[in-house]
């Protein structure tokens, strides 16, 4: 469960947390975006003033970044990708392989730049509740034809909502199967089946009960709508976000 | 006044078992009952007839005199149910959002939402946890909150299927006091169970079902020397030939 617990939610009353969800998902697509075409002053600087705000909102960015792991053995392989794969005056030649000082430069600037994405996305989920990114994805989504804005909210709600319950169960089948020695097994499709199938029955039999919960509680499509409100606030994070972009570029 | 009334009501599953089978039963506004039997005996799918979770196949189902499949809403509206898996039963992603669930698909204002998500966490005493990820509860906050989902509906009768299962100590004295709590509050209870140990002291109605059918239904203390003939353990207050005691004494 520990997995799912600092990449989320935390309440708070920072001027972050209040500021309306579909400027901050605005602000976040334009500065992943700006952020994919800066360089090292660039980069600087919004890491800096992204600390700054993850500061200020005392968001625990330590175990976030415990939980992200395998990210950033992920992140590990693209800088080695990058560094091998980028012809120019070698600084170190051995055999068929060429590293040189654009190549570190470049893996460090596209790591950097994904790290930078993923705290911005890290900023946003702890600082935004589920029902508000629900509301903001809904009304995201209103006016796309044939997408049932109502439903994909839902889905999306349910997911976040039973993720952990399904990881926890997934917990307890690995050790109920460890208990009984399964480890002696080397066969890995073996192992993946006496795994993965009760798993899934189990997940599917909680789907079941999740449906007779709902129905019992008079579930309908047509429900109360999500309450969104944009104020002077919202407006003015989004021109500073705007003139930042703009800032950053220019530099 | 009968707030539930069922005639010759049977449920036959589509694999052809008999779920129960021509129960007829009513029940009282403000009754305490309990209904006892062993896994299988159909005490669930009773219930599920309670608010339109299950159809009859033959029979009437009706709640405050209208027929649960004339308005099956109104049934969802009425009666509440705790499932056995509160876990299962949660589906906000904060404790707020799950007692808003129900209020919202009742299509109330906004307004009329909130104030029924804070008296419902308020009676079941989470208004401090409103913000917190329902699977971070310990398991009696979790049924604590499923409870607090029901009550935001504003039920007349709260269906609870074994709320004590694979709960300690404490939290079935928690669990029991709200329930008394609502009891006294005017609500009908139903509680099914396989152990009465825990709640019969508090019971004015005992409900033993086997096979799909009602085998006896009368006070408690009239009942009790039959239980164990249906699989049920006598409760040991019982067995020594005292009254029955409360769990919260």
Redesign the interface.
């Known amino acids: ?1 520990a997995e799912l ?1 600092a990449f ?2 935390i ?1 708070g009353h920072s001027t972050l947390h209040r500021i309306d969800p579909r400027f901050k998902i605005i602000s976040i697509i334009f500065l992943s975006l700006v952020s994919l075409n800066l360089y090292l002053r660039g980069l600087g600087l919004l890491t800096v003033l992204l600390l700054g705000v993850i500061f200020y909102a005392r968001l625990p960015l330590a175990s976030g970044f415990k939980e992200l792991r395998y990210f950033l053995i992920l992140l590990l392989l693209i800088f080695v990708a990058r560094v091998l794969s980028t012809d120019e005056t070698p600084l170190i030649y051995l055999k068929y392989i060429t590293i040189s000082i654009p190549g570190i430069t470049n893996g460090i600037l596209v790591c950097w730049r994904l790290v930078l994405i993923v705290i911005l996305g890290f900023v946003f989920i702890s600082t935004t ?3 508000a990114i629900k509301a903001a994805v809904q009304w995201f989504l209103k006016p796309v034809p044939f997408i049932p804005e109502k439903k994909v909210a839902l889905m999306m ?2 997911i ?2 039973f993720m ?2 399904i990881l ?1 169960q997934a917990r307890e089948t690995a050790q109920a199967q460890k208990a009984r020695a399964v480890e002696n097994r080397k066969n890995p499709v073996y192992r993946l089946s006496k795994f993965g199938f009760p798993l899934i029955r189990r997940t599917f039999e ?1 789907a079941d ?2 449906v ?9 499509e ?3 709508d999500p ?1 969104l409100t944009a104020g002077k606030k919202d407006w003015v994070a989004l021109m500073v976000v705007c003139c930042l972009c703009v800032f950053v570029t220019i530099l | 006044m009968n707030i539930i009334e069922i005639e010759n009501l049977s449920h036959r599953f589509a694999d052809g078992t008999l779920g129960v089978d021509n129960i007829s039963l009513n029940i009282r506004q403000g009754s305490f009952v309990v209904i006892a039997g062993l896994n299988g005996s159909g005490k669930t799918t009773l219930l ?1 007839h309670l ?3 299950l159809l009859p196949t033959s029979g009437t189902v009706r709640l405050a005199g209208i027929s649960v499949e004339r308005n099956l ?1 109104q049934a ?2 009425l009666v ?2 705790m ?1 056995q ?1 509160a ?8 404790v707020y ?1 799950d007692v808003a ?10 307004d009329m ?1 909130q104030n029924r998500v804070l008296m419902a966490l308020r009676a079941v005493g989470l208004s401090t946890l409103a ?1 917190q ?4 509860l310990s398991g009696g906050e979790k049924r604590r909150l499923a409870i607090a ?2 009550l935001a ?1 504003e039920p007349r009768v709260i269906v609870f299927d074994e709320p004590f299962s694979s709960m300690d100590y404490p939290g079935i004295k928690q669990i029991l006091q709200q329930i008394l709590v609502l009891h006294r509050s005017g609500h009908t209870i139903i509680v099914t169970t396989h152990d009465l140990e825990k709640i019969i002291a508090h019971a004015d109605r005992l409900i033993l079902m086997h096979g799909g059918k009602i085998v006896r239904d009368g006070k408690p203390a009239e009942i009790m020397a039959d239980v164990e003939a249906f699989g049920v353990r006598k409760p040991c207050t019982f067995r020594m030939g005292l009254a029955a005691e409360s769990w919260l004494n």
């Open positions: 469960m617990t989320s939610y309440a509740p589920p029902s709600g349910l976040m909502r952990p319950v926890d909680r009960d999740l007779a919960a709902m129905e019992a509680r008079a579930f309908t047509h429900r109360t309450e | 599920r608010n339109g979770l809403l969802r509206q509440g149910m499932f898996d876990d299962s039963q949660i589906v906000g992603e904060t959002e669930f129900g209020p919202e698909n009742l299509r109330l204002e906004r939402v913000h990820r329902p699977h971070l989902g029901i509906m």
